[in-house]
């Protein structure tokens, strides 16, 4: 049975490589597109060609903007001495969706991982101990995922500032062994960044 054109499989293609979503889903998708292509897929291929041109990282602290800095970054009640270090900007996104962290944030773009060759320098762990003392940050927030790389990484930053004043800290109760932020609720999220511990 004919399922289209060529672009039409092809696009369902790419859209089942998309985190989440699978053939089945991605032909749902492509069919709605398809039937509301007026009001849904014109707006949206809109959207994706400009936030294909316009998208970058915040020369600060890594998250995704449409300027050279963020608005996080840009937003003088969030220098407040305190500065969230990640592991993506995923984990930045669920972390803002609690709404729980006034300060700013640090996006590490990984973790450190002798296996796949990347140290601290491939993390920018160098420029995020600059940006610390250079914001006079009073405490780190090391809020990286509790899996063996995470843990390894939050080690490495707090060895790296130890001798100083800065308080660090971490995630408390409520993210698992194991656990990526992206996927916890919002409650968790906000439990866990409030019961931080000293690290």
């Known amino acids: 049975m004919a399922q289209g ?20 889903s991605a032909r749902r998708i492509v069919l709605q597109l398809i039937r509301r292509r007026s ?10 060609d400009r936030v294909a041109l316009n998208s970058r990282e915040c020369a600060t602290c890594g998250n ?9 970054c840009a937003d003088p009640a969030r220098a407040t001495g305190e500065i969230c270090v990640v592991q993506d900007v995923a984990d930045l996104w669920a972390l803002e969706r609690g709404q729980a962290f006034r ?3 640090h996006v590490l773009g990984g973790t450190l991982s002798a296996l796949d060759d990347i140290g601290p320098d491939e993390l920018g ?4 101990i600059g940006r610390i003392h250079a914001e006079r940050i009073s405490e780190v927030i090391l809020a990286l995922n509790a899996t063996v790389e995470g843990q390894t990484t939050a080690h490495y930053i707090a060895d790296a ?22 996927y916890l609720d919002d409650g968790t999220i ?3 960044l409030r019961a931080r511990r000293r690290i």
């Open 125 to 128: 762990i160098p420029a995020l």
């Open 64 to 72: 995704i903007t449409d300027r050279d800095e963020c608005a996080i």
């Open 39 to 48: 009001q849904q897929m014109v707006q949206l291929a809109q959207l994706l």
């Open 5 to 24: 054109s060529d672009d039409i499989q092809a696009l369902i293609a790419l859209m089942a490589r998309l985190p989440g979503l699978g053939p089945r």
């Open 190 to 192: 906000s439990a866990a």
């Open 103 to 105: 300060g700013r944030y």
């Open 161 to 182: 500032l130890e001798g100083t004043d800065i308080t660090i800290t971490g995630l408390a109760q409520g993210v698992p062994i194991g656990g990526e932020l992206d």
